[in-house]
């Protein structure tokens, strides 16, 4: 895996490559980085007024073991009290090997609380994808590194369990959205295609896709959202030889690819939030040619015709070196309040959680909270996933790593602004 791009959000080539191996720290998979001058004092009295908190969220086995790394991805809920979030920690052991193993967790209006995934679950394997449905319909989404297959488990309001799925050669599924307790999707990749697949309310199947047999090159579908049930977004990256943003649309009777802006060397779709047919934002990174790869935000936005470049509120130094910039998360709460979130490098060359806001006129980068603003203490952080529980209650998700200390820890802040 080349190390000029940043760690688990870029799936293309980190895909490929898990597929042979289970991961190792999160950490490892960060790019280096050069230090840069950024007014300290100013970015903690920004901090000081974010609207975001750090509220605690355990670790599978406790972080005091200094043996593991803990993140989560994804998150969905249906209320204040009921939020999943699921993701997953490096490393279990069976005797002389080293496996991943999932991580789900549950918010219950009062403490995040870690649930046992299916009793069967199989060894050496990730979730990413979580999309609830009601307080006893609930699922999660992710891969077997052992069998090559995608993983689906479901919450019936008392335990997880796992569900049968068709069989695809060297699937993964990465996302997913829930209409109903019948209409729910799931997208990811397989066989260096896009993955689509739908639970009917009994069965999961695989829909045909334009993708589906393969363009020439790896597609991946990293995001999926939906304004309706018969208005749905897919996106992610086409790699022929280097990836670029693709995305695709259902319209409630087939998918079809829509192309986006893509005017780059390098760029990649993470994220999609759908408002409405002619409302829907995509996020990721790019950069512009070989020889500079530090990456930017990339936002583009659809208005029901086609897709277009908005203008990022990309961090930059004061001094002469450059930053990188990279959104791994969107969620809609309005058309005129959308948050993007993912990471920054930052003055003491650690990654930093990225906090941006649409007002419904521009993108303006907002403060996270303090304790992971403040330069110079160490930490790195990220933002993987939103959930999004209306009337201005957001959760993010992703990890953290504090001074001292050798591993990463889930991260799970909220905000509650409307």
């Given at each position: 895996?080349?190390m000029?791009?940043?760690?688990?959000?870029?799936?293309?080539?980190?895909?490929?490559?898990?597929?042979?191996?289970?991961?190792?720290?999160?950490?490892?998979?960060v790019p280096?980085?050069?230090?840069?001058?950024?007014?300290?004092?100013?970015?903690?009295?920004?901090?000081?007024?974010s609207?975001?908190?750090?509220?605690s969220?355990?670790?599978?086995?406790?972080?005091?073991?200094?043996?593991?790394?803990?993140?989560?991805?994804?998150?969905?809920?249906?209320?204040?009290?009921?939020?999943?979030?699921?993701?997953?920690?490096?490393?279990?052991s069976?005797?002389?090997q080293?496996?991943?193993?999932?991580?789900?967790?549950?918010?219950?209006?009062?403490v995040?609380?870690?649930?046992?995934?299916a009793?069967?679950?199989?060894?050496?394997?990730?979730?990413?994808?979580?999309?609830?449905?009601?307080?006893?319909?609930?699922w999660?989404?992710?891969?077997s590194?052992?069998?090559?297959?995608?993983?689906?488990?479901?919450?019936?309001?008392t335990?997880?369990?796992l569900?049968?799925?068709?069989?695809?050669?060297?699937?993964?599924?990465?996302?997913?959205?829930?209409?109903?307790?019948?209409?729910v999707w799931?997208?990811?990749?397989?066989?260096?295609?896009?993955?689509?697949?739908?639970w009917n309310g009994?069965?999961?199947?695989?829909v045909?896709n334009?993708?589906?047999?393969g363009?020439?090159?790896?597609?991946?579908?990293?995001?999926?959202?939906?304004?309706?049930?018969?208005?749905?977004w897919?996106?992610?990256?086409?790699?022929?030889?280097?990836?670029?943003?693709?995305?695709?649309?259902?319209?409630?009777r087939?998918?079809?690819?829509v192309?986006?802006?893509?005017?780059?060397?390098?760029?990649?779709?993470?994220?999609?939030?759908?408002?409405?047919?002619?409302?829907?934002?995509?996020?990721?990174d790019?950069?512009?040619?070989?020889?500079?790869?530090?990456?930017?935000?990339?936002?583009?936005?659809?208005?029901?015709?086609?897709?277009?470049?908005?203008?990022?509120?990309?961090?930059?130094?004061?001094?002469?070196?450059k930053?990188?910039?990279?959104?791994?998360?969107?969620t809609?709460?309005?058309?005129d309040?959308?948050?993007?979130?993912?990471?920054w490098?930052?003055?003491?060359?650690?990654?930093?959680?990225?906090?941006?806001?649409?007002d419904?006129k521009?993108?303006?980068a907002?403060?996270?909270?303090?304790t992971?603003?403040k330069?110079?203490n160490?930490?790195?952080s990220?933002?993987?996933?939103?959930?999004?529980?209306?009337?201005?209650?957001?959760?993010?998700?992703?990890?953290?790593?504090?001074?001292?200390?050798?591993?990463?820890?889930?991260?799970?802040?909220?905000t509650?602004h409307?």
């Amino acid at each position: 895996m080349s190390m000029s791009r940043p760690r688990i959000i870029v799936l293309g080539i980190f895909l490929i490559s898990m597929l042979a191996a289970c991961s190792g720290s999160p950490q490892q998979l960060v790019p280096g980085h050069q230090s840069s001058s950024i007014d300290d004092a100013a970015a903690a009295a920004a901090a000081a007024k974010s609207i975001w908190s750090v509220v605690s969220s355990p670790d599978e086995p406790p972080i005091d073991s200094d043996l593991y790394d803990d993140l989560l991805y994804n998150a969905s809920g249906t209320s204040a009290s009921d939020v999943w979030s699921a993701g997953w920690y490096c490393c279990a052991s069976y005797g002389s090997q080293e496996y991943d193993r999932t991580v789900i967790e549950h918010w219950n209006g009062s403490v995040w609380s870690i649930i046992p995934s299916a009793p069967n679950e199989p060894a050496n394997s990730q979730l990413r994808g979580v999309a609830a449905v009601a307080s006893n319909d609930a699922w999660v989404f992710g891969m077997s590194f052992n069998s090559g297959q995608p993983l689906i488990e479901h919450w019936n309001g008392t335990a997880w369990s796992l569900t049968a799925n068709p069989y695809v050669s060297k699937g993964w599924l990465l996302a997913a959205q829930a209409f109903a307790s019948d209409d729910v999707w799931a997208v990811g990749t397989a066989s260096n295609s896009a993955l689509t697949e739908h639970w009917n309310g009994k069965s999961w199947s695989v829909v045909a896709n334009p993708s589906g047999s393969g363009p020439g090159g790896t597609v991946i579908l990293n995001a999926v959202s939906g304004s309706s049930p018969n208005d749905v977004w897919a996106v992610g990256e086409f790699d022929h030889p280097d990836p670029n943003v693709f995305a695709e649309h259902w319209n409630g009777r087939q998918w079809s690819s829509v192309k986006p802006v893509n005017k780059f060397y390098y760029s990649d779709f993470y994220a999609v939030a759908a408002v409405s047919p002619n409302d829907v934002w995509a996020v990721g990174d790019e950069y512009p040619n070989p020889t500079d790869s530090h990456l930017r935000q990339l936002i583009e936005h659809w208005d029901g015709a086609s897709w277009s470049i908005v203008p990022s509120p990309n961090k930059e130094p004061k001094g002469p070196y450059k930053l990188s910039n990279v959104l791994s998360a969107v969620t809609a709460v309005s058309a005129d309040d959308v948050w993007a979130g993912g990471y920054w490098t930052s003055a003491d060359s650690n990654i930093r959680a990225l906090f941006v806001h649409w007002d419904g006129k521009r993108w303006k980068a907002e403060p996270g909270p303090s304790t992971l603003e403040k330069n110079g203490n160490g930490s790195f952080s990220q933002i993987l996933g939103f959930a999004n529980l209306g009337g201005g209650m957001i959760w993010a998700t992703g990890y953290q790593s504090e001074p001292a200390q050798c591993c990463d820890e889930t991260l799970t802040m909220k905000t509650t602004h409307g």
